[in-house]
């Protein structure tokens, strides 16, 4: 069945399309609307069409910009023209946009307007084989007096191979799922377009829901091994609930996805069944900040992580949920250690976007691949967080050594101040003042001595006041760091003031 959507702002136009349309056994129209923004939400919820016939000229969006959000967005297999524009420039930026065919309104027909339609679509239309329908046309299925199950089918590297294996051909997959499907005489397999293949599986009602799950369980073990042995695939099956209206069709499939969705636990098993699926709420989790930035805090973490997944695992959470929290949770734990411990604006705006997080969370395809990339982030913010603190500690002990100079202070002392070891803060001191920490402190007390100099005090006096063992060493310094002695160095100093006090 050929799905199609009108867009024109002409309601005779729209209702003369219509008529040519609905007596076509193989095309179907799904909805009209008289403007282009309408109907491109319309496609946007309802993912998409077939075909979408409309016009050029349209107040708002006019059609060649629908045409082009059509084929970016994917929202439709093709797009026919039908205009009353015969200027062939018109035509020419029509099929330029994307538009599979153009006809005229003053020469339309039914024949002209249904070969077009049937061509643009056969040209366009995806892949399908066997008795392969459009899976929520509420008319696809047409079966009476039956039990039925819908089975969504998702398929994933083996284990240990690398996530971006080449893609196995549509065609070839759904030919081995239809052999196997027939083989078990179980039910009908569907390819729609833009979603995950399914079956939907057909028992009679004199079948219990038991033998029916033991009947899907032994399809799925076969479907398995030849899966894995043609195209080097696990398979996952996740079931929705058994249903007898066809009209559920559509909301079963959800609820089938969000059975699959289960193998984010790397349960043992090829089925997962929705009535698996906890209706409870997800547990709670508030992950601690205390200790964060000390050396067991990352494991602390972990340890909390790992506990609120096994209770997930444990419950069968409904996996969307579970990251929902997640993504809350985490993006609260950052906030609060950056508030907490008072960092700078710039380090808490760049984690407390929480983008990074966000993107780890909903990107994983399992829990374990989850944990780990969180991890790492985690990690990532600790040391990022840590070398902003050593930093601002780092400035503390700069000036405490320019306030303490005149005392004796050890290098352990210091480290310990700046929250590091003493070869990591030795590295740290020598990298920031380009001397070490014996040479800046000897450098500050010079600057002392200097001061002293110009006054009334003997060098005993000046050696006790700026913290030096004894004259003799700090003779010693003086002349190192100065390259004069003391006596020149205070020659030089009464020679300058002279000078300025003659200059007066």
């Known amino acids: 069945m050929i799905r199609t959507v009108l867009v024109d702002d002409e309601i005779l136009s729209r209702l003369g399309l219509r008529t040519f349309l609905t007596s076509q056994e193989d095309i179907t129209v799904q909805e009209e609307f ?100 459009h899976a929520f046309d509420q008319h696809a299925v047409q079966l009476d007096q039956c039990r039925y199950a819908v089975g969504v089918l998702q398929f994933h590297p083996l284990g240990s191979e690398e996530r971006d294996t080449a893609p196995v051909e549509e065609e070839m997959l759904a030919h081995l799922l239809d052999n196997v499907v027939r083989r078990h005489k179980i039910g009908t397999l569907f390819v729609p377009y833009k979603r995950d293949m399914f079956i939907l599986f057909q028992f009679g009602l004199d079948a219990g829901e038991n033998e029916c799950r033991g009947a899907i369980m032994d399809f799925a073990r076969d479907l398995s091994d030849n899966v894995r042995l043609y ?40 089925c997962r069944f929705y009535e698996n699926v906890t209706q409870e709420k997800v547990p709670k989790i508030c992950f601690t900040t205390d200790g964060f930035l000390e ?20 419950e069968k959470q409904p996996v969307a949920e579970v990251k929902q929290v997640l993504t809350f949770q985490i993006s609260q734990f950052v906030f609060r250690v950056t508030q907490e411990y008072q960092f700078s604006e710039g380090l808490a705006s760049r984690w407390n976007g929480g983008s990074s997080f966000i993107k780890a969370i909903q990107d994983a395809e399992d829990a374990e691949e989850l944990k780990d990339h969180l991890m790492e982030l985690v990690g990532n913010f600790q040391v990022d967080l840590l070398t902003q603190l050593r930093d601002d500690s780092f400035q503390d002990v700069l000036q405490y050594i320019q306030e303490h100079s005149e005392k004796k202070l050890t290098l352990q002392e210091m480290a310990n101040r700046s929250c590091m070891s003493i070869s990591a803060f030795c590295r740290k001191f020598r990298q920031e003042t380009g001397m070490t920490m014996i040479q800046y402190i000897n450098t500050r007390k010079i600057e002392e001595v200097k001061n002293y100099l110009s006054g009334n005090y003997t060098l005993e006096e000046i050696a006790d006041k700026t913290g030096f063992l004894n004259v003799n060493y700090m003779i010693r310094v003086f002349k190192r760091i100065t390259g004069k002695t003391v006596t020149e160095y205070r020659r030089e100093s009464h020679l300058r003031r002279d000078a300025r006090i003659d200059s007066k």
């Open 231 to 270: 195209v080097n695939r696990d398979v996952v099956l996740g079931v929705s609930r058994f249903f007898r209206d066809t009209r559920s069709l559509r909301d079963e499939y959800d609820t089938a996805l969000e059975a699959a969705s289960l193998s984010f636990y790397k349960d043992a098993g090829l």
């Open 295 to 314: 050396e067991d805090g990352c494991e602390n973490f972990e340890e909390e992580l790992c506990a609120f997944l096994d209770i997930c695992h444990h």
């Open 34 to 133: 008289g403007n282009a923004a309408d109907a491109i939400d319309y496609l946007r919820q309802s993912g998409g069409t077939d075909i979408v016939i409309t016009d050029i000229e349209m107040s708002g969006i006019n059609g060649l910009e629908m045409i082009r959000i059509l084929m970016e967005e994917n929202l439709a297999i093709g797009v026919v023209i039908v205009s009353c524009h015969a200027d062939f420039h018109y035509a020419q930026d029509a099929i330029a946009a994307g538009a599979g065919a153009y006809l005229l309104k003053q020469d339309i027909s039914e024949e002209k307007l249904v070969s077009a339609v049937r061509e643009v679509y056969g040209k366009n239309k995806p892949n399908e084989v066997f008795s392969v329908k």
